[in-house]
């Protein structure tokens, strides 16, 4: 078990197509808990660390019945 | 909360109200728009005065005026402003400035609405002219099947890479098309972001998530509204409820200060192609097809809707959600009054009541006035 922090490998990344959002992660054995071992192979789904901003109005354009 | 012992400790300190929570003053109930939470609370319009005394009183003072029913009251009140954390105490008012009223937007047009019927429009004229303006929101209102799904994404397609960023569309449903088919459009064009399917067969909503899942897909998700109601023309817009009140926030309440919450930096194609300040408005400002939008924008006749205020309407102006209404100036409760209440809003602020407005006296008999006013020709100034 290593206490340094090393860099997540990419090339598995890239095979499966993951977003390279996912380089940021930094692993190491000390914090890598079952938690966080989910976190990464898992649950989430590959969009997971993609951030998506959708605008929207601040204020109703029209106010229609319905 | 022990309030007796919270006054003690503070009675050399002033009330501050946090300056993003902002009150605004209504005939009968008052109002704390908190700008920043998003909230708005209202309480009785008695306690008001109490605000311009915190501003040059500190606490000791303050109780030293009250007699010893007041006192019980204000410690209610300053119960409810605590727990609410929109007051805090302070040595000095004067580092807490009040947060400019300014308001302007980086356009000449914010938002705009094209209506559809018997005829279809020149699209691409439209939305040249609108990225011209620097446009950021674009409404579709379909009433017939003459505007398809097809058509919305031609539409959408066309408001790509133009200063549009987002698009929503009211449509009437189409039995050929399936559910797959509406979640299609809406999944491959993201500037869409909101879609109405009226004259559905059933009531429901259908959630799109972009593809993402679990917490995040709450960021990017559109839910797709189906209603069996039928949207028949511009006669079904205006109206004003609990729920269209706006979340309060620094840009939109600064903007209801100095313009109309409707009106202001809007322009509107109508089901026969001409240009207005909003569909159902009688004034007209010629056919799309042989104006041009910002000759017209720039006009001081289409800007002076734009400043038709809250605080010079009547009824409005004593209302405490007067900052959070977006108004409608197509239907009024005297059409030969310009600054009359919208015909379409339910609250009365003198009895601090929610009713629904077809029941008002009068307000049939005013219904049918527009409705008739509706098939004489097109008024042109």
Known sequence: MSSDLRPLSLPPLMTERLPLGYRRILVSDDILDDEATKRLTF?????????????????????VEL | MDMEKVLADSLEKHVLLFT?????????????????????STFPSEYFPLFKLFRTHRLGQLLDTFSEDDRANFHDFLGFLLSNEYVVFVDELAPFPEIPSAWDAPCSIENAIIDVNTQRHD????????????????????YSPVFTVSDLIDLARLCRGTSIQTLQAVIPHDPMNSDDDYVSVVTSNRILVGLIVHSASQD??????????????????????????????????????????????????????HFNGCLNRKISIDE?????????MGRSFGHHQSVTLSDIVAGPSFQ???????????????CQYRYACTDCRAFLEDPDSEDSKPLKCGYDPYTDSWTDWRGRPGAAATWETYRKRRHLPILKY
């Not at chain 2, 939305?127 to 579709?140: I, K, N, T, Y």
């Not at chain 2, 039928?230 to 926030?249: A, H, N, V």
């Not at chain 2, 809707?305 to 102006?317: F, G, L, M, N, T």
Request: hydrophobic fraction near 30%.
């Open chain 1, 43 to 63: 649950e989430h789904s590959k969009y997971r660390h993609v951030s998506t901003h959708v605008r929207r109005p601040l204020k109703p354009i029209s106010k």
């Open chain 2, 20 to 40: 993003d929570c902002v009150p605004v003053e209504g005939h009968t109930a008052s109002a704390i728009y908190d700008l920043t939470r998003g909230r708005i």
């Open chain 2, 123 to 142: 699209y691409r004229k439209i939305v040249s002219e609108l990225d011209a303006l620097r446009c950021e929101h674009l409404q579709v209102r379909s």
């Open chain 2, 204 to 257: 429901r909503r259908i959630r799109v998530d972009y593809g993402a899942q679990g917490t995040s897909a709450k960021l990017v998700a559109v839910e797709i509204e189906m209603t069996t109601k039928k949207l028949e023309s511009d006669l079904d817009c205006g109206s004003i409820t609990k729920k269209q009140l706006l979340r309060p926030s620094t840009p939109t309440f600064n903007e209801l200060h």
């Open chain 2, 272 to 280: 026969n192609g001409q240009v207005r300040n909003c569909p159902a």
């Open chain 2, 304 to 318: 002076s809707a734009w400043r038709a205020r809250k605080d010079e309407i009547k009824v409005c102006q004593d």
